[in-house]
């Protein structure tokens, strides 16, 4: 046999490792759009003037900037590009422009921008957001990705105000912002973040309304501060030049030859271009149109619904439950004496404006009420309609103003623009515009049916083809005609310009490759093609794995990797860095990592459990439930009772209250001693997990990842820091597994049976929703249970009895001491045990999580019970039926179920998911070769811990995960005096009654009553025994009788984030009234604290007769 | 004969007698199951006032298929006796088959009973728009205490009524959630789902488990195998099931991608067609109002503007644009032939005959509002809003007779629904009606109504 040539043989020696590079390769370069959506970023960069701009106070979580600009003549276009590092609302002229609401990390990236056509992803969250525990994860990453505003309609010739308010979980949160104003003659006006603006952190001595009004001085306020961070190039969908050229076309009419307007009108214009590199369209338009550019059409997402484009298909995508409805205004035709901005019903009124106020008409001398509504009348409608009836004061005097429903426009003009960069070719191009005319039902739009359509096409060799002049034919019979060329549009006739997006949809080019690998697999293995066997394997196994760790990010800012050409850049060097790593393991030498794992593994990871969960532990603010808990542990290490007010105990979870207490004598009362116990409980969890796992899979590197997993997962790392008994449960849960396998299914000896009873008491007097696991155990003994000697199940029958005894005394305990007589029926349902049957998408929670955090480990999970099923081992088995079963049991015994219930087992699924991982190599070892297999699996741990994105984690410990009373309550302490009152959102008097030493007043809107008990009449919170106030009158009167009056507010539980109110949601009122007569004196992160001070002005009720409130 | 002492010898006797005692309860659990309906849909008689429920038709079908696939396996096993080794086997490979059929009974029902879940979800829907952060529930614990008003701000109805979300646009896996809609694991269905569902699904899992257990007791190597060969029986009866279930949806999807192409080249014929094909498909789409407007829409461009959908389109448009005189002469219109409507568009009628109500009822307007929601609660027994609303103006106008009708009725209505928040509607219920007492001297009923409303 002839010896091959030298570099023959080194190209063999290299095939395995040639063969996941191109893999990677492909992924890539070809495959690097994970949703489908073919969306273009753009590079924007900033002017060089530009900078990050923050407020001179370095307490507060919030920021209110304010420009103000004079402007000579009308304004032809103007932008603004924003950028912050948490949330912001852009207002102009008192005008809300649009926003980014800051929500958790947990929810979708860029799940609260208004611009939804800018959003990078539309997806939907895989997994809902309902009672989440956080993760200890830092923000989505917002300051990569700029928002670009039309600010033309808002602004006016004169003084102008463009202002800017900023929220984020770090204090002192900045923003950068730039644009442009052009004028009328051509000046140009450069509108930039520095340090001209003026900055506070709360809108100084102004109205919390008010302060973006021109017309307010804040000449007073201290000027913005410069923030030493880098101004770096921005991405966005929006193609750079877009916003930045005014709106230059004439309208093309469209008037059929016969006069009926009551058809389609369809257009077409053609245009050569030699090598466009982008470009992009804007058309504006009184109704609805198709358009499509060389025969493709627009493809914009179904969840834009209210635009134009496609405007006819009425068959929307819209939220899974449309409850709200549209506010309605009155009917034109029955205004009659209605007048002003009235709305069919008042809950549907403006809700910037308090439509409650009482209108007095002057014109009016005989003081008559109005009779006829001009619609449909009905005998004995006269008489319901007086004062007694009508408490809103909805249909009191009529004003003088012109009714809104006259005023209004009906065919509303919508300036919408597309990216068409992929839809353009060089040669010839065509745009195809269809005009769909309403039906004639009796009423139609004034405005004549037309559309006028302005766009740029970028070329290669850098000259700009404009879209704004086209000749426009009419399509007739098939043929062509001569469009009517109108007018030019004036500026006034411009509405805010929207993106739309614009790229068709496409199929992702991932379910393609999904479909082709296994098939390649699945042949190559079939007719046992050799040479091709170990490359397919790692290539599909490369995919595959590239293909899930990509899409677990879409839900994240990270998602802007896969989207930037650094991806492709990472690519080649993950390539490279794999190539080396299998290269090196070709070359058999090392043992590192396929030998056993050194034995100071375990306590190294245990560190990093405990310093992960330890470090600036007292930087977290309280969480809601967490403060019942130090409530409690307080008392009993007090008392000696959980008591919370009075005679009300918190007996809730015993176990944990009692041990936490004995923590607490021993190191006092502080908040490292609450919280560090459960951190101590969280490496107790860690070695348990250990053990288990190298006594179940006798493989340490199993042992070793599902710890190291554990140490990282972020969800863990938050509940396994807060003094609640989380970490105890969890802790308990585990044994009970082991203790449960060994006694009841292994029959080791009667200990373990006895130890698995008591744990499992231990475990339900730590958390009662343990109880949950009675079907698990059941259904587990059921299948593998095996039986004893007889003196052993009557002894394990005894202590059954004893467990469940000392489970129905806590119980009854529960019933007696902690839950007061209800004085009525909550609107809402707290989580309790109870057989539910809804919401079923909650099963999949575990295995995808909140941000797709579990979505990469749950494929290796299946393939740990695929493993299961086939070796039939019944450690495995029984362990994969604890899991699946659990998860259903949670899901169908526990009402409001989420993520957040099935924490305790978690480390489970880890365990499982590792050695799914450990499965999986194994495989593809067999399969390929013993060393590549085993570096593959470093190889998926390491994808594992990445798709957890841990860089997220060490950011996060300087900022504030959940909302944070404490700082808020901290000021309130040091402004206050003595006489003043102390009013504070439900649930948090226990908050203020543990940082203020007492608390006068619970607002809670509506009414709670399952957090409620009645003494002496007066409805009480009780936790703190502060008065309810739950309705506007009750505030109306304590603002009224007190001089001084601090309301600490959680601005989640009022719903309205910016500056309109939430008019739908309960409590608007309360907030609208609490706006208007107490100044803002401080925000944290998610907390507001008001003053009510009567010394500081007149105070505005919804109505000003003397004991005429109603609210 | 078995001996007492060879059972109690039995290492295992323990596990095995509760085993046993669960399979006793698992068979009688399959028995009931043929007893209870699978779907128990509430329902108020609009003339007598009867509460009763509505099961599917294919609950019926699905108990037959069941019966059948019981006579094929003894059939089998009578045919085969001399071959099979352990008619255990057989009976856990039959317990796998009728539990996947009873697993795919959702989405039948979902899928194909156009009638009874577009009932289920409009039951459903309202009684979401009662609970939701914001609806009547919720502004009513906000707002009860005004004395002199209605105390509550009406509701109005779902903005739009839909068993699903229609399946356009992307069906990958960011939308689990309606792909377990479609599978038929919505609202509408585990609202409303009976107790013979329940008793066949965990009498069938039961009788499985503890026959597994039987086996792995008997022999741990043995029962591996069966395990290995029952796991991959399962997979490929879901693998069925599945297939088919997900080609509906697929084909559901393809016909409207095509119908709203259709649409955008004008070919209103062809897109109507294409509509009609995805509803065929998928006949529960049809009472999606979005897709009743478009098929309305069609028709009105197509010159066919007096058929019903057509006029719903109408009434939605005059909304629309704000013509709501136009729209309630219309809806009036169509009121008069409400009675030959198919039941989609009969909803749809009632939707909009709901949001009038609410609007009479929020400006003041109560004896239109009442008129409305006679005519609702005439030929809509289960019209929960209507209810609601109804006591609500029974209370502002002092009618304690119909205060007390609507309670009762709500009462009747809401044994049915299984969501615990329904509590919170019964209380504001009791609420209204220890009110409408307490006007009218009643001061014992009050009493008993309030103490009802605080939950005692």
């Known amino acids: 046999m002839r010896a091959s040539h030298p570099w023959i043989i080194w190209v063999k020696s290299c095939l395995p490792v040639i063969w996941p590079c191109l893999a990677l390769l492909l992924v890539g370069w070809f495959l690097s759009n994970p949703s489908g959506k073919d969306v273009t970023l753009y590079t924007h960069e900033a002017p060089k003037d530009a900078r990050w701009i923050r407020t001179q106070d370095a307490n507060q979580y919030t920021g209110c900037f304010r420009k103000e600009i004079d402007l000579p003549s009308d304004v032809r276009y103007a932008w603004l590009s924003v950028v912050s590092e948490g949330g912001f609302e852009l207002l102009c002229n008192g005008d809300s422009v649009g926003a980014q609401m800051y929500w958790r990390p947990t929810r979708a990236f860029q799940n609260g921008l208004t611009e939804s056509g800018q959003r990078v992803t539309n997806n939907e969250p895989m997994v809902a957001y309902n009672f989440p525990r956080e993760y200890q994860w830092s923000g989505h990453n917002n300051t990569k990705i700029t928002t670009v505003f039309d600010l033309r309609p808002y602004l006016r010739k004169g003084k102008n105000t463009i202002c800017l308010e900023s929220e984020g979980r770090l204090p002192q949160p900045a923003v950068l912002a730039f644009g442009e104003i052009g004028l009328r003659h051509g000046e140009r006006v450069s509108v930039v973040t520095d340090n001209t603006w003026m900055a506070e952190p709360v809108p100084r001595e102004v109205k919390q309304g008010g302060w973006s009004l021109p017309t307010v001085d804040t000449r007073h306020w201290k000027k913005a501060e410069i923030k030493p961070r880098p101004v770096v190039p921005f991405l966005s969908c929006v193609p750079t030049t877009l916003y930045r050229k005014p709106f230059d076309s004439r309208w093309v009419v469209a008037r059929a030859p016969d006069g009926d307007d009551a058809q389609s009108h369809e257009f077409t214009a053609d245009f050569q271009l030699s090598d466009p590199q982008a470009a992009w369209l804007q058309l504006l338009s009184h109704g609805n149109y198709w358009i499509w550019v060389n025969g493709r059409s627009l493809g914009v997402s179904r969840s834009k619904a209210k635009a134009y484009h496609g405007g006819d298909w009425l068959v929307r995508w819209e939220g899974r439950r449309p409850l709200a409805t549209p506010p309605i205004l009155l009917d034109p035709d029955e205004v009659s004496f209605f007048g002003g901005y009235r709305f069919e019903t008042p809950r549907h009124g403006d809700p910037t404006k308090n439509d409650f106020k009482r209108y007095e008409n002057q014109l009016n001398r005989t003081k008559e009420r109005p009779k006829g509504t001009g619609g449909d009348s009905h005998a004995g409608e006269d008489e319901e309609r007086g004062r007694l009836q009508d408490p809103y004061g909805f249909l009191e005097e009529a004003n003088i103003a012109v009714p809104h429903a006259l005023l209004r426009q009906r065919a509303k003009a919508k300036l919408q623009a597309y990216d068409i960069s992929h839809l353009v070719v060089p040669g010839k191009n065509q745009i195809h515009v269809r005009l769909v005319a309403d039906p004639a039902l009796g009423y139609r739009g004034s405005q004549a049916i037309k559309f006028a359509l302005d766009g740029a096409v970028h070329e290669h060799h850098g000259q700009d083809v404009a879209l704004s002049h086209l000749s426009w034919n009419r399509v007739v019979d098939g043929g062509h005609a001569m469009a009517v060329s109108g007018r030019q549009v004036t500026p006034d006739e411009l509405p805010a310009m929207k993106f739309m997006g614009g790229a068709p949809r496409t199929l992702s080019r991932w379910w393609w490759a999904v479909l082709a690998c296994p098939m390649v697999v699945l042949i190559v293995m079939r007719h046992r093609i050799g040479w091709l066997r170990q490359s397919a394997m790692i290539f599909s196994g490369l995919l595959l794995v590239a293909m899930f760790f990509q899409i677990s990010y879409a839900e994240r800012s990270e998602m802007l990797w896969f989207m930037s050409p650094a991806w492709r850049y990472g690519a080649v060097i993950g390539a490279l860095l794999i190539a080396c790593l299998l290269r090196f393991f070709q070359g058999g030498r090392p043992r590192l990592l396929s030998c056993g794992l050194p034995c100071w593994l375990c306590p190294v990871i245990l560190l990093a459990v405990f310093l992960l969960r330890a470090w600036m532990v007292e930087h977290q603010p309280i969480d809601d439930d967490e403060y019942a808990s130090i409530q409690a542990v307080l008392s009993i290490a007090e008392t000696g009772k959980p008591s919370l007010a009075g005679e009300i105990w918190y007996s809730r979870s015993p176990l944990y209250h009692y041990a936490a207490a004995a923590v607490v004598k021993v190191f006092g009362a502080n908040i490292w001693s609450l919280r560090l116990y459960s951190v101590l409980l969280s490496v107790l969890t860690g070695w348990v997990l250990w053990l288990l796992a190298r006594r179940y899979f006798r493989d340490p590197w199993v042992a070793g990842a599902a710890l190291l997993i554990f140490a990282l997962h972020p969800f863990l790392i938050f509940s396994g820091h807060i003094a609640r008994f989380y970490q105890q449960q969890q802790l308990m849960v585990l044994l009970m597994i082991h203790l449960f396998i060994q006694g009841f299914i292994y029959t080791k000896s009667i200990k373990h049976r006895v130890a698995a009873i008591v744990v499992f008491a231990l475990a339900v007097l730590s958390q009662e929703i343990s109880i949950s696991f009675v079907p698990v155990l059941l259904i587990a003994y059921l299948l593998f249970g095996r039986g004893t000697p007889l003196k052993w199940e009557v002894k394990s029958m005894v202590y059954l009895v004893f467990a469940g005894l000392l489970i129905v005394a806590d119980v009854l305990l529960f019933k007696v001491k902690c839950i007061t007589t209800s004085v009525g029926v909550s609107p809402n349902v707290e989580a309790t045990l109870a057989p539910t049957f809804w919401e079923l998408g909650n099963l999949f929670s575990m295995f995808v999580g909140y941000s797709r955090l579990h979505l990469v480990l749950s494929v290796f999970y299946m393939m740990s019970l695929v493993y299961s099923i086939r070796r039939g081992s019944s450690r495995l088995i029984t362990l994969h039926v604890f899991l699946i079963v659990s998860v259903v049991a949670f899901n169908l015994i526990i009402t409001s179920v989420s993520f957040r219930y099935m924490y305790s087992i978690i480390p489970l699924w880890i365990l499982l998911g590792v050695h799914g991982v450990s499965v999986f190599s194994l495989w593809l070892s067999v399969q390929i070769n013993r060393r590549t297999g085993n570096a593959l699996r470093w190889l998926f741990l390491l994808v594992v811990v990445l798709s957890m994105a841990p860089w997220r984690i060490m950011q996060s410990y300087q900022e504030k995960i959940l909302g944070d009373p404490i700082s808020s309550l901290a000021y309130v302490k040091s402004e206050m005096r003595p006489e003043d009152k102390i009013m504070i959102t439900e649930p948090h008097p226990h908050a203020a009654k543990i940082e203020l030493g007492r608390v006068d007043y619970d607002l809670v809107v509506p009414i709670l009553y399952d957090f409620t008990y009645n003494s002496e009449g007066v409805l009480r919170d009780r936790n703190a025994g502060a008065m309810a106030v739950n309705r506007l009158a009750d505030l109306q009167k304590i603002f009224s009788e007190q001089p001084r009056v601090w309301v600490i507010l959680n601005r989640e539980k009022f719903r309205s984030r910016k500056k309109n109110i939430r008019w739908e949601y309960p409590g608007a009122r309360e907030e609208l009234f609490i706006r208007q007569n107490a100044e803002l004196k401080y925000r944290s992160y998610l907390w507001s604290v008001y003053l009510w001070d009567r010394s500081a002005g007149a105070m505005e009720t919804f109505r000003k007769e003397p004991d005429g409130w109603v609210e | ?456």
Not at chain 2, 129 to 140: F, H, K, M, S, V
Request: hydrophobic share 45%; proline share 2%.
């Open chain 2, 1 to 456: 004969m078995i001996r007492l002492k060879s059972i109690v010898s039995d290492p295992d006797w323990l596990p095995k007698a509760v085993n046993f005692l669960f399979a006793v309860i698992a068979f009688l659990s399959v028995g009931f199951s043929f007893l209870n309906p699978w779907y128990a849909l509430p329902y108020v008689s609009g003339v007598d006032h009867a509460w009763g429920t509505h099961d599917s038709i294919y609950t019926i079908y699905f108990k037959v298929a069941l019966v059948a696939v019981t006579l094929g396996f003894v059939w089998w096993g009578y045919w085969m006796r001399r071959r099979i080794q352990s008619y255990g086997a057989m009976m856990l490979r039959y317990g796998l088959c009728c539990l996947v059929l009873i697993l795919w009974f959702p989405t039948w029902l979902t899928v194909r009973d156009a009638d009874v879940i577009g009932d289920g979800a409009w039951l459903q829907q309202q009684h979401d728009t009662l609970t939701w952060l914001g609806g009547d529930i919720y502004r009513a614990h906000a707002e009860r205490s005004v004395e002199l008003g209605t105390g509550v701000n009406a509701q109005d109805p779902p903005e739009r009524l839909a068993v699903y979300r229609p399946p356009i646009g992307s069906l990958g896996i960011h939308r689990i959630n309606d792909w377990l809609w479609w599978l038929g694991y919505g609202p509408a269905f585990t609202q409303f789902v009976g107790k013979g569902w329940f008793y066949a699904v965990a009498g069938y899992a039961l009788g499985c488990i503890c026959l597994c257990g039987f086996y792995w007791r008997r022999s741990v190597l043995g029962a591996r195998h069966l395990f290995r060969q029952l796991v991959i029986l399962l997979f490929f009866l879901f693998l069925c099931v599945g297939c088919i279930s997900v080609a509906v949806v697929g084909c559901a999807r393809c016909a409207m991608v095509k119908s709203e192409a259709s649409t955008a080249r004008g070919d209103y014929q062809q897109a109507r067609d294409h509509l009609r094909k995805a509803i065929r498909y998928m006949p529960s789409l049809g009472c999606d109002s979005g897709v009743i407007r478009q098929l309305g829409y069609f028709d009105v461009q197509l010159d066919e503007a007096d058929s019903d959908v057509a006029l719903l389109y109408q009434v939605f448009w005059f909304e629309q644009q704000g013509y709501y005189g136009r729209a309630r002469k219309l809806v009036s219109r169509l009121a008069e032939r409400k009675g030959e409507m198919n039941r989609e568009c009969g909803r749809e009628l009632t939707r909009h005959q709901l949001r009038i109500a609410v609007n009479y009822i929020n400006s003041g307007r109560y004896q239109l509002a009442i008129l409305h929601l006679d005519q609702i609660l005439e030929h809509d027994g289960n019209a929960l809003q209507a209810c609601f609303h109804q006591q609500l103006m029974a209370l502002q106008t002092d009618d304690v007779g119909r205060n007390r009708q609507m309670n009762s009725r709500l009462r009747a209505i809401y044994q049915g629904v299984k969501s615990k928040n329904k509590r919170g509607v019964m209380a504001a219920s009791w609420w209204m009606l220890a009110q409408g007492e307490m006007k009218a001297g009643n001061e014992v009923e009050a009493w008993e109504a309030r103490k009802k409303s605080k939950g005692q």
